[in-house]
């Protein structure tokens, strides 16, 4: 378990800035930490299917690491994605970090 751990850990360390890392990988991250924060104000997670990235919406408007995005993706409420191995894939690549063979 320590492994797996390390490497999610990792995941968080290794881009060239902080905005690198949740732009390039980490997005389902940062919009669950936006999620939380601002929870109060009627927040969703958002996907872009194309552009497999994830953002926040927050009281109508939806942000990534770099602000206000609501008009740069196609977006679409991530609990409403109904393709289960499109889902499943999402989950084993970006959410969970993990290798096709675990």
Same mark, same amino acid.
């Given at each position: 378990? +320590?492994?797996k751990? $390390?490497?999610? #850990?990792? %995941?968080?360390?290794?881009?060239?800035s902080t905005?690198?890392? /949740?732009?390039?990988?980490? =997005?389902y991250? /940062?919009?669950f930490i936006?999620?939380? %924060?601002?929870?109060?104000?009627? +927040?969703? #997670?958002?996907?872009d299917?194309?552009? $497999?990235? /994830?953002?926040?919406? @927050?009281?109508?408007r #939806?942000?990534?690491? +770099?602000?206000?995005? +609501?008009?740069?993706?196609?977006? !679409?409420?991530?609990?409403?994605?109904?393709?289960?191995?499109?889902?499943? %894939?999402i @989950? %084993?690549? =970006?959410?969970?970090?993990?290798e !096709?063979?675990?």
């Amino acid at each position: 378990m +320590t492994k797996k751990v $390390n490497s999610f #850990i990792k %995941r968080f360390s290794e881009g060239v800035s902080t905005e690198d890392t /949740f732009q390039s990988g980490c =997005c389902y991250w /940062f919009s669950f930490i936006l999620f939380f %924060r601002f929870l109060d104000k009627g +927040t969703e #997670i958002m996907y872009d299917e194309v552009a $497999n990235h /994830f953002g926040c919406m @927050i009281d109508g408007r #939806i942000y990534d690491i +770099t602000g206000d995005v +609501t008009d740069s993706y196609d977006w !679409e409420p991530w609990s409403e994605l109904s393709d289960e191995a499109l889902r499943a %894939r999402i @989950i %084993r690549d =970006c959410v969970k970090f993990e290798e !096709e063979d675990m």
